[in-house]
């Protein structure tokens, strides 16, 4: 009896001309020339470095486990290495049809130096197909197109094209933000961002100079704010205008997110700011190589950027 295992990596990927129906194909054409009968068959959609639901099997079942070749087998060679040798302890034969080679516990030594050289060689051809796939992640980045994973706030993606274009309502709620964790804004300042954010004419948020006693409730009146808002109450102003993050009422730890970890933030409200401080700094201080400022980098990469969005 046999347990064949079949492996790819994604949904939409045939591994290189090796999709599961194949693989499993070839398995049981193989099985059935050496008169083995496959008894369970175990497929999966998921990486080769992490692959090791064949070892959950009752292994009494089985007196051999398939594999198309060590690849599906194992990207690791020391995951793959502490597989083998608790299969091969448990007495079953391990076969690895297209490369020819069957493993099992009275093999030549040649064939275990076999698998080990084999499980190298998928281990860095893993490597490999890891870096190709950062290579386009960053080329479909720099050209401005989704490269997998959740999108930015403050971007969506067109159609089948996967291009990046301007969220115009997700920015303008980046702009708010940005607005009340500033040193200075008034309630005219507010209201006008509120109502480009929630796309209606807002008037009721206001600051005060003075202090107010209404009943059990104390106000302090500013005309000006002079700190940044708290996240929180950042929050509680966008959800009282029925703002929503994704279908989701906005929280502080997501206000917070956004304006500490979402690069559309100094996308959006900083980069000329960025742009004067550098001028400046270039200005005053002619002996400073302000260009290899980290800083300043990352501005050129967010114009670059917003440019490309524009074209």
Not at 11 to 18: A, E, P, V
Not at 91 to 119: C, K, P, T, Y
Request: charged share 30%; with cysteine; hydrophobic share 40%.
């Amino acid at each position: 009896m046999a347990l064949a295992y079949a492996r790819v990596s994604t949904f939409n990927q045939g591994d290189y001309g090796i999709s599961i129906d194949e693989q499993v194909d070839l398995i049981r054409r193989y099985a059935a020339s050496i008169g083995v009968r496959v008894r369970q068959v175990i497929t999966e959609v998921i990486s080769g470095r992490k692959n090791d639901s064949f070892m959950e099997v009752n292994a009494a079942k089985f007196k051999h486990f398939m594999f198309a070749d060590v690849s599906r087998f194992s990207r690791s060679e020391e995951a793959g290495l502490d597989m083998a040798g608790r299969i091969l302890r448990a007495g079953i034969q391990i076969h690895f049809v297209r490369n020819g080679l069957v493993l099992s516990g009275d093999m030549d030594e040649a064939n275990w130096l076999e698998f080990v050289r084999l499980l190298r060689e998928s281990e860095s051809e893993s490597r490999r197909i890891a870096e190709r796939v950062a290579a386009v992640r960053e080329y479909k980045r720099l050209r401005g197109e989704h490269a997998g994973g959740v999108v930015p706030y403050g971007l969506t993606t067109i159609g089948e094209s996967k291009k990046y274009a301007p969220d115009d309502h997700a920015i303008a709620v980046i702009r708010f933000i940005a607005l009340c964790r500033s040193n200075d804004y008034s309630s005219r300042q507010l209201n006008a961002a509120m109502s480009e954010a929630a796309g209606r004419r807002c008037s009721s948020i206001r600051l005060y100079d003075r202090q107010i006693v209404d009943g059990e409730y104390v106000y302090e009146e500013r005309k000006h704010n002079t700190e940044p808002m708290y996240c929180s109450d950042i929050a509680d102003l966008l959800n009282e205008y029925g703002i929503a993050y994704k279908g989701k009422p906005f929280t502080g730890s997501i206000v917070s997110r956004i304006r500490t970890e979402d690069s559309l933030m100094r996308l959006v409200v900083e980069d000329d700011e960025l742009a004067n401080d550098f001028e400046a700094l270039a200005m005053n201080e002619p002996g400073v190589d302000y260009q290899n400022d980290p800083d300043y980098a990352e501005f050129l990469e967010f114009r670059r950027f917003k440019q490309m969005m524009r074209s």
